[in-house]
């Protein structure tokens, strides 16, 4: 599928250890499956875990099925072509959003590289999308998920919708994960769109 020059035709992946880690992966498939290219998913440590609790999937396994899509890195692999601005891509995506990976970006501590790629596409002025699984949420979380509206970020809250009539997980799974796409500028048909009553 050829894109459009002028939109969002290469993108980043960050998943982190928010619960959700099955969204990011079905939002990896769906760039992917829209002929986005994928420079790069970062996988942090707490994702890993998340993923073996929630998923019953070792880190290997992980790596090994996102290592289809595109190039796959650690959150600590500051030699990763993502831990430059010389070298980023169009748009990305954070997905799921943990409260710790929303704090440094929002505040400009680059520990890790997924913070770090998310500081780059600010700096640069391209789309980042945040995508927070988390609540309740209190005045912190609240002001760092300001933060970063006010520096640019999109925010995309990973909240469950009825209007599609969702009858599996996977229909709840691909919903968010088409949002998310929305956001990021690349048609999908991952859910039943609002159509009235």
């Known amino acids: 599928m050829q894109r459009d020059p002028r939109g969002v035709n290469s993108v980043a992946i960050a998943i982190t250890g928010a ?43 992980l790596r090994r099925q996102l290592s289809e899509f595109g190039p796959v890195y650690s959150d600590d692999d500051f030699s990763s072509p993502l831990a ?11 997905v799921p959003a943990s409260m710790k990976t929303i704090a440094g ?13 998310a ?35 999109l925010i995309v809250p990973l909240c469950v919708a009825y209007y599609h009539k969702p009858r599996t997980i996977d229909d709840i799974t691909r919903f968010l994960a088409g949002k998310v796409l929305d956001v990021l500028g690349i048609e999908n048909s991952l859910y039943k769109r609002w159509s009235g009553v």
């Open 19 to 61: 619960s959700g880690v099955r969204i990011g992966v079905e939002v990896v498939r769906a760039l992917s499956e829209a002929g986005v290219e994928i420079k790069g998913i970062i996988i942090s440590r707490g994702a890993y875990a998340v993923a073996k609790y929630e998923e019953e999937i070792e880190a290997e396994e």
């Open 84 to 94: 430059s601005s010389s070298n980023q891509p169009d748009a990305m995506a954070v």
């Open 105 to 117: 970006i929002a505040n400009g501590y680059s520990d890790n590289l997924v913070v770090r790629a």
């Open 119 to 153: 500081l780059s596409i600010l700096r640069l002025g391209r789309r980042l999308v945040v995508a927070p699984r988390e609540t309740p949420m209190g005045v912190i979380e609240l002001e760092n998920l300001v933060r970063l509206a006010r520096a640019g970020a």
